[in-house]
Antibody
Framework: EVQLLESGGGLVQPGGSLRLSCAASGFTFSSYAMSWVRQAPGKGLEWVSAISGSGGSTYYADSVKGRFTISRDNSKNTLYLQMNSLRAEDTAVYYC????????????????WGQGTMVTVSS | AIRITQSPSSLSASTGDRVTITCRASQGISSYLAWYQQKPGKAPKLLIYAASTLQSGVPSRFSGSGSGTDFTLTISCLQSEDFATYYCQQYYSYPQTFGQGTKVEIK
């Protein structure tokens, strides 16, 4: 079964750091680009970052550029999101999502989503 | 960034109704548009990609149309399990952007 399982969320103070992980199973992880998408409480979906299958190319939303870093370890079938200088407005459920078609960042819908991990930034 | 305007933000409908949701992109995105369904406390689920291609396993009462800037999701005969929030997403260019969502509620 194709599955994504996020972990690493929690409560962190403003200015703090957190690293999210997303463990993938049931598909050839390195063959697909991956993204992080977040959803603030009661709000809509916001794309955060994307990484190619090889890990060599990345994109970021302006709202997180310079503070968040996406990476992947294809030997461990795991996607990461390192979040630094966290702000209250980063409070959200963070989902990892698999690109539907392939490994490049050509633009893809997301056919598989994890269950999400909650990040709360508060003092 | 490409802006996506989704409407309506909410609607009330009855089981058996035909429901239409629209998304308008601020610039042409060809057919690089997807539709998702999200139920409370759950992750989004892909319904349609490439504007009109039904994802495997999705009931045929869901359909999508459009290209360029104007897109439509239609649910031909609303079922009880379809009450949820629906989002469109453009993946023509980065940053990828989502519509604001449409909450489909029971009348």
């Amino acid at each position: 079964e194709v599955q994504l399982l996020e972990s690493g969320g929690g409560l962190v103070q403003p200015g703090g750091s957190l690293r999210l992980s997303c463990a993938a199973s049931g598909f050839t992880f390195s063959s697909y680009a991956m993204s992080w998408v977040r959803q603030a409480p009661g709000k809509g979906l916001e794309w955060v970052s994307a990484i190619s299958g090889s890990g060599g190319s990345t994109y970021y939303a302006d709202s997180v550029k310079g503070r968040f870093t996406i990476s992947r370890d294809n030997s461990k079938n795991t996607l990461y999101l390192q979040m630094n200088s966290l702000r209250a407005e980063d409070t959200a459920v963070y989902y990892c999502a698999k690109a539907e078609v392939g490994a490049t960042l050509q633009g893809d819908a997301f056919d598989i989503w994890g269950q999400g991990t909650m990040v709360t930034v508060s003092s | 960034a490409i802006r996506i305007t989704q409407s309506p933000s909410s609607l009330s409908a009855s089981t058996g109704d035909r429901v239409t949701i629209t998304c308008r992109a601020s610039q042409g995105i060809s057919s690089y548009l997807a539709w998702y369904q999200q139920k409370p406390g759950k992750a989004p689920k892909l319904l349609i990609y490439a504007a009109s291609t039904l994802q495997s396993g999705v009931p045929s009462r869901f359909s999508g149309s459009g290209s360029g800037t104007d897109f439509t999701l239609t649910i031909s005969c609303l079922q009880s399990e379809d009450f949820a929030t629906y989002y469109c997403q453009q993946y023509y260019s980065y940053p990828q952007t989502f519509g604001q969502g449409t909450k489909v509620e029971i009348k």
